[in-house]
Structure formats: structure tokens, C-alpha cells
């Protein structure tokens, strides 16, 4: 089956690196005409992921219609711009297999990816790729390992051996719920984790955030009728772990820049904006979610890392 990865990005680009590496058929498009141009030239994405030179069979184009006859639609951006594009762009997608490959809760209808697919190209198969990776790893053919939820499982084990290469593991789950919301919310964590490190509250701390914030991410997962299996895998516990130990995560490092005040300008952080709409779905749901709460205001700057803290610290003492 052929490929289209919709976004040029370091993410999108290791995708396509890695699948045309294995001997499948890829087209990388990215919207910036310029940037193609360079990367035509270089034989690589020099500005997000220099050093992952593209094999001679990966095709690319800054025409989106060049991307029409591709059979399966990988959708590599931000989550709070995934459903704007699915919808001035549906004439091209509806009918296809379109597979999100990003994290996060969209902050104006408070759905996830999939959701945002099947709104706007109802006639599309809705999937999602997430879990515990880094571009760089992917790009380089380090074992790495994602989970893929399709609703049609039928379509989701074609999927899983369409994407799946020697280095880059696919476990299939038709949970899409669960594999959504594990991958946005972690990031909400993950920040929490990053401003503690950066505010000197030590391994301690950021253990506990993990837990008790991995606790969140269940009561949630729970109330949308998720399986919590689906938590305690890759999307959820697995990048959970993977996002809150590395400075390679832009969301940990992001949670150290509200400390630290170093700017991250021209980079995506997913769990800033998925705080808000976390904290919008547990509010309407009546649960309690403190990390999320806090993290929403930390990155508001309604509140300052020590004042979070003590937040946290003075709620009463509860079982586990």
C-alpha cells in the first residue's frame, strides 16, 4: 500500500524516513515551499532532524493533490491544528485511511484526533499512531514501539502491517479512546515533572507526580469509557515514562522553562493546550484532576511553580 505523510515536521519526516527505508512506498508533503526546496536539496530535513539523510525512493512535494492516489493518509501535526486542516482539506481525505500522529485534546471541541477525523471525513477510516517515541530514535532505526488504534480492527491489522517496519513495532487496539487520551495527557504530566526537576524538588517529587498523575489520566480515561488496559500500555503508562524522565521531551522541557524562564519559541508543546481542555472534561465530569489543575495554571501564569506546589501539598490526605 502507499503512504502520504501530511506534515514535515520532525515527526512526520522520521516516519517517512523509516518507512521508505523499509521499501515502502512514501510521499512526504509539507506546506512550506521553501523548506521542501532545502530539504530537496540537502537530501534531508536539516532544520528539524539534521543528520537523517532521505533514502533516494522517499517522494517529495509541496503540492497536496500530489498526495491524492496515496492509499493510507498519515497526519503528522499539532493536534490543535489537525481538525482545522481535516476540514478544508476533507474534499481530498474523506474515503481514505487517515491515521493521527499527534497528542492532544482539541481545545475548542474537547475531542481527540480521531473524533476530529470522523467529523469531518465521516466517510474516512479514523486511526491513531502514538506512544513512547522520540523522531531522532525513529529516523535513526532504534527499536521503537507505538501502539495503532483503529475502531475496525479489520482495517487496524492493515494498518499495522502497512506501518510496521524491523525497527518500529506496532501493537494493534481498537480502544481509540484510550490510546487518544493516554497520549495527551501524559504531556499535561510531563510538564508538571519538568517544572518540578527545574525548581529543585528532586527524583522524589517527580515520582510521585508520575504517579499520582498517571492516576488522573486513568479516572479520566475511565469516565470516557476507555479500557484501562489501554493506560497501563504504551500509549498511556509507556510514554507516560518516556515524556517525564527526558529533556528530550518538549513538554518536560517546557514545564522547566516556566521555572527557568528560557524561551522554547518555534516549538510545539501538545500539553499546554491539552491541560485546558483536560481540566474543561474533568470539570464537566465532576473529577478531580489537581495536577491537571495546576499545570493548566502554571501555564496560564496564574500561579508560580512554588504556589503549585503547595496547592498539591495541602489538599487533604486521602487512601491511594
Not at 522517499?58 to 486542516?85: E, H, K, N
Not at 474515503?95 to 474537547?110: M, N, W
Not at 530514535?137 to 487496524?156: E, F, N, Q, W
Amino acid at each position: 500500500m502507499t503512504i502520504a505523510v501530511l506534515g514535515a515536521g520532525a515527526f512526520g519526516t522520521a516516519l517517512a524516513v523509516t518507512l521508505a527505508r523499509a521499501g515502502k512506498s512514501v510521499t512526504l508533503w509539507g506546506r512550506d515551499q521553501t523548506a521542501m526546496a532545502e530539504m530537496r536539496t540537502k537530501g534531508q530535513n536539516a532544520r528539524h532532524l539534521p543528520g537523517a539523510d532521505f533514502p533516494q525512493s522517499l517522494r517529495l512535494t509541496g503540492d497536496l493533490a500530489d498526495t491524492a492516489q496515496q492509499d493510507i493518509v498519515l497526519l503528522a501535526m499539532p493536534a490543535q491544528a489537525l481538525a482545522g486542516f481535516v476540514a478544508d482539506n476533507a474534499g481530498l481525505l474523506d474515503g481514505r485511511a487517515l491515521v493521527a500522529c499527534c497528542k492532544g485534546i482539541d481545545l475548542a471541541t474537547l475531542q481527540g484526533p480521531t473524533g476530529a477525523i470522523a467529523r469531518h471525513c465521516p466517510d474516512a477510516t479514523a486511526a491513531i499512531l502514538t506512544g513512547p517515541s522520540f523522531a531522532a530514535d525513529i529516523a535513526r532505526g532504534l527499536p521503537t514501539a507505538l501502539t495503532l488504534a483503529c475502531s475496525d480492527d479489520a482495517m487496524g491489522r492493515t494498518l499495522q502491517s502497512a506501518l510496521g517496519t524491523q525497527s518500529l513495532r506496532l501493537y494493534r487496539t481498537t480502544d481509540t479512546t484510550g490510546a487518544e487520551l493516554g497520549g495527551a495527557l501524559k504531556n499535561v504530566i510531563a510538564i508538571a515533572c519538568g517544572a518540578a526537576i527545574a525548581a529543585g524538588l528532586g527524583e522524589s517529587a517527580r515520582a510521585a507526580l508520575m504517579t499520582r498523575g498517571y492516576a488522573e489520566m486513568q479516572r479520566l480515561a475511565a469516565h470516557l469509557d476507555a479500557d484501562p488496559a489501554t493506560l497501563a500500555g504504551l500509549s498511556g503508562f509507556g510514554d507516560l515514562v518516556l515524556t517525564c524522565t527526558s529533556t528530550q521531551s518538549r513538554n518536560f522541557r517546557f514545564g522547566q522553562s516556566l521555572v527557568t524562564s528560557d524561551a522554547m519559541s518555534g516549538q510545539t508543546v501538545e500539553g499546554a493546550a491539552t491541560a485546558g481542555a483536560a481540566l474543561k472534561l474533568a470539570q464537566r465530569a465532576g473529577i478531580d484532576m489537581p495536577i491537571t489543575a495546576v499545570v493548566t495554571a502554571l501555564v496560564a501564569h496564574d500561579l508560580t511553580v512554588t504556589e503549585a506546589m503547595e496547592t498539591l501539598l495541602n489538599r487533604p490526605q486521602t487512601t491511594e
